[in-house]
């Protein structure tokens, strides 16, 4: 079956523009993850949808970040006033539930580089 | 707030060697990961460890976990060229995972 997608997997863009990220997670999984890994680091959690709604938002920056999941499947991480320190690869996961005792399956991920 | 380390960040190897990674972490996890990463690739999940005491083993992988001491490791065996990779250890927290910083390990012929 299909794993979770993510498109675009390259995205360069100019420094103060707006960016859209975009996840597919596995058909039927509820709980849908963004985490952002720099190179050389391991993955950091950004933000966990529970169906429509944000569960938890904790590891979002800031405020020019922010995610939606509108249906409960596609979730969009949205980036406005791009900086340098945005560059990452940005990775979705999904599972069947919310319960940490549910494996997180990742997608292949957006690489973003603000120039 | 659950904190995960790893070590060595480092590891260069010969082929045919054993070596094992370690992954502490710093509070009650409900859960322990191991993840493979390939350059410019997703993660792909290893292990996925339950309980104290817990063993994992897959071909030369083999996972095990003491949560009394926070500690699981991932030790290699007869390490070939194929097992080169990034890998991390990831603890459950009460939504997303936190990882440690990986180890890069090279293996060498």
């Known amino acids: 079956g299909a794993g979770v997608s993510q498109t675009p997997s390259n995205k360069v863009t100019e420094k103060g523009k707006y960016v859209e990220l975009r996840c597919d997670p596995i058909?039927?999984?509820?709980?849908l993850y963004w985490y952002r890994q720099s190179l050389g680091q391991g993955p950091e959690f950004l933000i966990y949808f529970q169906g429509t709604g944000a569960a938890d938002d904790s590891g979002l920056p800031n405020d020019r970040f922010f995610a939606v999941r509108p249906e409960g499947s596609v979730s969009t991480l949205k980036i406005q006033r791009t900086e340098r320190g945005d560059s990452a690869v940005y990775l979705c996961?999904?599972?069947?539930?919310?319960?940490?005792?549910?494996?997180?399956?990742f997608g292949p991920g957006t690489r973003l580089t603000v120039l | 707030e659950l904190k995960v380390e790893q070590n060595p960040l480092f590891l260069s190897m010969q082929e045919g060697k054993n070596y094992t990674i370690y992954c502490n972490y710093s509070t009650t996890s409900d859960r322990l990961y191991w993840y493979r990463q390939d350059p410019g690739k997703s993660l792909e999940s290893l292990f996925v460890l339950l309980s104290n005491g817990a063993v994992k083993q897959e071909g030369r992988l083999m996972a095990s976990l003491d949560t009394k001491a926070r500690l699981s490791t991932l030790h290699i065996t007869a390490a070939v060229h194929d097992l080169s990779a990034t890998y991390f250890c990831?603890?459950?927290?009460?939504?997303?995972?936190?990882f440690g910083k990986g180890t890069h390990l090279i293996i060498q012929p």
């Open positions: 996961a999904s599972s069947q539930g919310s319960s940490s005792y549910n494996e997180q399956f």
């Open positions: 058909s039927g999984h509820t709980a």
């Open positions: 990831a603890g459950a927290g009460a939504d997303g995972l936190t």
